[in-house]
């Protein structure tokens, strides 16, 4: 086995086996059964006000009737996505953070180097090992989700459904990379691995609700009226400032491809295959941009700095 | 002939502009425990990571049993085992967990079997299954050179290894040092602060001061070249203050 996977599979194994990860990991699931438990509540409660509606307007002689409601499965899923944004993120930055910061404050990294390892396959390692065992965890929350549609929502998913949740899983993992390979380059640049941690998080928090919050500032309102009650809804419509902040932001990136994948967004169900593709083709790429380019900062700091794990 | 297990030829380390070592030229043959002194920043655990090839030298070259530390280092890390002041292992993992990863590093053959003679070498092959995290300072140490030793090195290094240690602990590892040695032939390079424990162990020493090394002998030439001097401590002191590190009060002419 080459170098860099041995480190990769002690990794995943040290991972599955540290408290505060598994702690976080069930946390993770359980919101899960939360989520689909909210999500299918209230589609359940829309249609009933639905029904409700109807039955009224037919009572009362209506000829004309408000089309039913667009409702998804997927939508049932659709506080997903914040959980992905928040506990992901934070799982995804104490990996990075316990894979080379702790490691490198308690000399554990001093013996691999003392070995023939080099320093290209120790980093190989640690972040194919970290990317794994997100992957596994967004697996479990993709199985999870589809068997709790089942269970708790009474809804058997289609094929196609299936498909866009697996999909939204991808982007999910584009996501958490992005902040895993943050934490992993902030470990070799920042000397104490507490301040790892809370830089990432400072970093987080930044593009995950500073940006969006300020893109919303930019935002112009425009009226709609809700078909079923008739009420006047300020929907927020997107300006050239609000997209160029937002673009910054990859949970904004996140949230948006996963309103259109989990059909939550508005106009997302009747959006045409081609269209959805090329969107998830081209926030792929944005989403795996700053994980390309901290990767590449971490070996170029890495194989420069010699004295990095002895300091 | 007898090949040196270590040599070092103006070895020079710089940290921006200060010398952590100086021109270091040692000499330590195969079969040495050498016990490598010095106060706290002497350059003692500098000249152990350019040694053991965490750290490039400045200048100047060393080689460990022929192979050189920078050209070769692939070879050096095959040859050397490395044991840390403080052994810090993965607490989640059992001990034949941690051993696994790091002799599978080191391209050890037959894993399992090795882990097994390390194990029952330390006189602790319940240890096995048993998750680090809840280990003593001292059952660390044992783990710590354990680890060392999994692809048989010839060289092992040990950066105060009874440092932190109870009576027991330091003695455990004292004998464990000997039986290396002695059954093994490894050649043991130590630092130490510990003047008792190097006069017991160590068959040479040397002596750091600032960077620079101003003594290495073997101990029995050492104990000769000062007839006066009652303990390696005394010694010790005498050539610390010779070089402007403390008071001369150790008695020695």
């Known amino acids: 086995m080459t170098t860099s996977l041995i480190i990769a599979r002690k990794e995943f194994r040290t991972a599955f086996r540290n408290r505060l990860f598994l702690t976080i990991t069930l946390l993770f699931l359980g919101l899960s059964i939360l989520s689909v438990y909210i999500g299918s509540t209230t589609k359940r409660a829309e249609m009933r006000i639905y029904n409700e509606t109807i039955t009224n307007l037919q009572a009362e002689g209506a000829v004309v009737l408000p089309a039913t409601p667009e409702i998804h499965t997927l939508t049932i899923l659709a506080n997903l996505v914040e959980y992905v944004s928040i506990v992901g993120a934070i799982l995804a930055v104490i990996l990075g953070y316990n894979s080379l910061g702790e490691e490198r404050d308690s000399g554990g990294l001093k013996l691999i180097l003392s070995r023939p390892v080099y320093r290209d396959q120790l980093l190989w390692g640690k972040w194919l090992g970290n990317t794994a065992v ?56 920042l000397n104490s691995s507490a301040n790892v941690f809370l830089v990432s998080l400072v970093i987080w928090m930044v593009v995950s609700f500073v940006l969006p919050q300020m893109a919303e500032t930019q935002m112009v309102n425009s009226s709609v009226v809700n078909s079923i009650s008739g009420a006047i809804n300020q929907i927020p419509q997107e300006t050239a400032v609000s997209q160029t902040i937002n673009a910054f932001s990859p949970t904004w990136h996140l949230r948006n491809i996963g309103g259109q994948l989990l059909q939550s967004a508005p106009g997302s169900g009747s959006m045409s295959s081609g269209t959805l593709i090329a969107h998830v083709l081209t926030t792929l790429l944005i989403l795996l941009a700053p994980t390309v380019a901290f990767i590449a900062a971490s070996f170029t700091t890495f194989l420069r700095n010699e004295t990095l794990v002895l300091e | ?67 050189d530390i920078v050209e070769h280092n692939r070879e050096v890390r095959q040859l050397i085992g490395y044991v840390p002041e403080n052994v810090r292992l993965y607490n989640d993992l059992t001990v034949a967990e941690n051993l696994r990863f790091l002799a599978e590093l080191s391209e050890v053959k037959y894993v399992d079997d090795r882990i097994s003679q390390i194990l029952d070498l330390l006189g602790h092959p319940e240890w096995q299954d048993r998750r680090v995290g809840g280990f ?13 030793l999994l692809h048989k090195p010839e060289v092992l290094f040990l950066d105060e290894p009874a440092s932190g240690l109870d009576p027991e602990g330091q003695r455990d590892i004292g004998r464990l040092i000997t039986t290396l040695n002695r059954d093994y032939g490894i050649t043991i390079f130590m630092n130490t602060h510990r003047l008792a424990e190097a006069a017991r162990l160590c068959t040479s020493i040397g002596i750091m001061n600032h960077g620079r090394l101003v003594m290495a002998d073997t101990l029995e030439n050492v104990m000769t070249r000062f007839p006066d001097a009652p303990s390696l401590e005394e010694i010790y002191l005498h050539v610390e203050a010779q070089n402007g590190r403390f008071p001369n009060t150790a008695g020695v002419a």
């Open chain 2, 136 to 148: 003593s300072k001292g059952m660390r140490q044992r783990v710590g050179i354990a680890q060392a």
């Open chain 1, 134 to 189: 997100l992957a596994t965890l967004l697996g479990l929350v993709f199985l999870f989700n589809s068997v709790l549609l089942v269970v708790v929502g009474g809804i058997i998913p289609t094929g196609a459904e299936l498909l866009r949740l697996f999909v939204f899983t991808l982007m999910a993992l584009a996501y958490l990379l992005t902040f895993l390979s943050l934490s992993i380059f902030l470990s070799l640049r």
């Open chain 2, 1 to 67: 002939m007898t090949t040196s297990a270590i040599t070092t030829y103006e070895l020079t380390r710089h940290y921006g502009e200060n010398t952590a070592v100086s021109q270091l030229n040692l000499t330590i043959p195969q079969g040495e425990v050498f016990g490598f002194l010095g106060h706290n920043g002497a350059g003692k655990t500098t000249t152990v990571n350019l040694l053991t090839t965490l750290l490039l030298p400045t200048s100047g070259s060393a080689t460990i049993l022929d192979f």
